[in-house]
């Protein structure tokens, strides 16, 4: 179960602590409230790491994949995010694209996508796991907390 947390009322009680991530992400999983400790990859229009990392457990980490904005294919379909949900990952967020979007709205899964393709992603498993990642100027840490909700993202410094 994951913790309802409200980032307004979060970034007023601790915003000094924060960055707002300020890319409209659309929300498409069936969690709207979701936060955790981060996980990243960076990619680009392949999602081998992806699966494979979501494929570990996530012992309620967020995976924060930075596939540099492209909407050329995606980088999450539904059996890669049944994944998730059985290895207790609370929610990822892709700064790029997903597909099966109806399966996805269904899973106890926070998601966050650009958007949707049902172009699937190279797998050749070029990228990297556990980078600090940089999205619209905010600084995303691994193992630092993430939260996130229909407001937006909020990422500890
Ligand atoms: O295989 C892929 O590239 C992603 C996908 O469709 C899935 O997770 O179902």
Known sequence: MSEQIN?????????????SVAVQFQNLG??????????????????????TVL???????????????????????DMIAESAVANGWAGVIING?????????RLPLGIKALGSNPKKS??????????QLVIDRVRI????????DPDGILVER
């Open 55 to 77: 494929g570990t457990p996530g012992e309620g980490a967020v995976l924060v994949v930075d596939g540099q904005g492209s909407l050329r294919t995606a980088l999450m379909g």
């Open 97 to 105: 694209a997903v597909r099966d979007r109806e399966a996805l709205a």
């Open 122 to 131: 190279a797998k050749t498993g070029v990228g990297e796991v556990d980078v």
């Open 7 to 19: 980032t307004a009322d979060l970034y007023d009680d601790r915003g000094e602590e924060l960055e």
């Open 141 to 148: 840490q691994p193992g630092v907390m993430i939260y996130s």
């Open 30 to 51: 069936g969690h709207t409230h979701f936060s955790g400790q981060v996980r990243t990859i960076r990619c680009f229009e392949d999602n081998a790491l992806v699966k």
